[in-house]
Every structure is written in structure tokens, then in C-alpha cells.
Nanobody
Framework: QARLDESGGGLVQAGGSLRLSCAAS????????MGWFRQAPGQEREFVAA????????DYADSVAGRFTISRDNAKNTVYLQMNSLKPEDTAVYSC???????????????????WGQGTQVTVSS
């Protein structure tokens, strides 16, 4: 059974950094794009970043571009989200997700993703 397990969340002061990891298991994720999404209390889920299978294509939400970096290590079946210069508004539950292929018209759409992790809490204090 396919699983995505996030880790690395926690409490950090504004301006600090965190590195999230998402470990995939239970099936082959060859040719799967990976995405990170987040959801704050009372708000809708929003796209954060996505990366293609080979890593050649990366896209970011405007709100995190220049501060967050997505990467992946296919040998370890793991995708990462390096988050720098964190702001209180980055506080949310961060979830990783997987979808077959990478499309410029759907990488930012949560409903396009097939597999989801449970999420990890990131809290940024001011």
C-alpha cells in the first residue's frame, strides 16, 4: 500500500529555517511528480511547491518563491522542502502528495494528486 510520511515539522521563530522530508514507500513512484501543500486553520489548502520526477521542473507559489526550495532524492524515495526566512504566515500543516507525470496546468491543483501524506505541523512564532 502506498504511503507518504512527512517529518521535520516543528516550532521555529520567525526568520528561522526548517527542512521537511517526505518518504515514499509501498509502491514504485517512478515518473511521479511530488508536491507540497499546506493548510492553515480555517483556511483552504494551498499549493506550496512541486517537482517533476527528474527534478528538472520546479514550481513555487509566489508566497514562498525565493525562500523555499523543493528537491528530491529518487534513490531514497524522498522529497524535501527546505524552508528559510520563515514567517508567522507560513504556519500550517504541510502535506506532501504524488501524481503521475508533471503538467503545467495541474501541478498546483491538489485534486490532481493521487497519494497524500498525513501532514506535519509547522508553527512559526513572531
Amino acid at each position: 500500500q502506498a504511503r507518504l510520511d512527512e517529518s521535520g515539522g516543528g516550532l521555529v521563530q520567525a526568520g528561522g529555517s526548517l527542512r521537511l522530508s517526505c518518504a515514499a514507500s509501498g509502491r514504485t513512484f517512478n515518473n511521479y511528480a511530488m508536491g507540497w501543500f499546506r493548510q492553515a486553520p480555517g483556511q483552504e489548502r494551498e499549493f506550496v511547491a512541486a517537482i517533476s520526477w527528474g527534478g528538472g521542473r520546479k514550481d513555487y507559489a509566489d508566497s514562498v518563491a525565493g525562500r523555499f526550495t523543493i528537491s528530491r532524492d529518487n534513490a531514497k524515495n524522498t522529497v524535501y522542502l527546505q524552508m528559510n526566512s520563515l514567517k508567522p504566515e507560513d504556519t500550517a500543516v504541510y502535506s506532501c502528495a504524488a501524481k503521475l507525470g508533471y503538467s503545467s496546468t495541474s501541478y498546483f491543483m491538489g485534486e490532481a494528486y493521487e497519494f497524500w501524506g498525513q501532514g506535519t505541523q509547522v508553527t512559526v512564532s513572531s
